[in-house]
């Protein structure tokens, strides 16, 4: 084969060469056209999406706003009529106006016993809204435990007319002093043991502490009531959830107590937790820092 030949073939083969090449070329410069408009679509749709997500988050916030207003001006117009209430009863069961019957006094004791159950209704409704306009606010300063327990201890022990049932609050010697705000963890503490006082019908109530690190303290509320299910506990912190089970069915609330434990906790700087087994009790618990601090993630 002379050279003349050779380099004809080797040029006819370089030229198919360059022309699949450019075939190939050309077919990635489409892909990549089609992929630049699937891209620029995309980009469209996603600007679309935050602007949805945008105008989703003002409509929330506006409705949350409107929830608060509202909540706040039902509670204190329902706060005047309620102690109008209260008064009343408290003027007629004192006998100022005359003796009573029996069954007199049964109504009036109903009566009395459903306006403190509404009380604490509305009472609840307005810390919810305080904490969801963000006007609560923390005022921390150093106590003994000792002296949240006999606080506690004060509050409930005119409440035990179950003698089936005995509050123990169990002391710690080892425990430190707190600096957070007192009111607001004994909030927390009063709302547990009021749930546990409700269902539980014979056994204990135990309120305890222990230091769980260096820098964090646990308060517990175990009772030996009847319990919840396992499915329903992570729903129970939330807003006006109640336990829809026929144990509870004789129990009214708002729904509330825990869902404020919960969001105190929060602003606290802590947390809250609840375990828990139907038929043999519940234990629930407030995890707080030993001191509290504004920047504190904790």
Do not use: C
């Amino acid at each position: 084969m002379s050279s003349q030949t050779h380099s004809n073939e080797l040029l006819l083969q370089l030229q198919h060469e360059n022309a699949a090449l450019r075939r190939e070329v050309e077919q990635h410069s489409n892909q990549v056209e089609t992929l630049r408009a699937e891209l620029a679509e995309t980009n469209q749709g996603v600007v679309a999406l935050y602007a949805e997500l945008d105008d989703q988050a003002n409509a929330l916030r506006e409705a949350t706003a409107l929830k608060s207003r509202f909540l706040s001006y039902m509670s204190h117009e329902f706060r005047t009529p309620l102690s109008s209430i209260r008064s009343i009863v408290r003027i007629l069961l004192d006998r100022m106006d005359g003796p009573l019957t029996d069954e007199q006094e049964r109504q009036l004791h109903f009566i009395q016993s459903s306006s403190i159950e509404l009380n604490d209704m509305v009472n609840d409704l307005l810390d919810l809204a305080k904490i969801e306009a963000g006007r609560i606010s923390i005022s921390p300063e150093w106590f003994e435990m000792v002296d949240l327990f006999t606080a506690l201890r004060g509050i409930f022990k005119p409440l035990l007319v179950n003698s089936e049932v005995s509050l123990v609050l169990e002391e710690s010697g080892d425990l430190p002093k707190l600096y957070t705000d007192h009111q607001k963890l004994s909030l927390i503490l009063r709302n547990y043991i009021s749930n546990a006082l409700k269902f539980t019908q014979r056994g204990e109530i135990r309120v305890s502490a222990d230091r769980i690190a260096e820098d964090r303290v646990t308060f517990s509320v175990a009772d030996t009531g009847i319990g919840i299910a396992k499915e329903n506990q992570a729903a129970i912190f939330q807003d006006f959830i109640q336990v829809d089970s026929p144990l509870h069915k004789n129990w009214v609330g708002s729904g509330l107590g825990l869902s404020l434990s919960k969001k105190t906790a929060e602003l606290l700087g802590g947390s809250v937790a609840v375990e828990s087994e139907p038929g043999v009790g519940s234990k629930f618990s407030v995890t707080i820092p030993v001191r509290f601090s504004k920047l504190s993630d904790d």
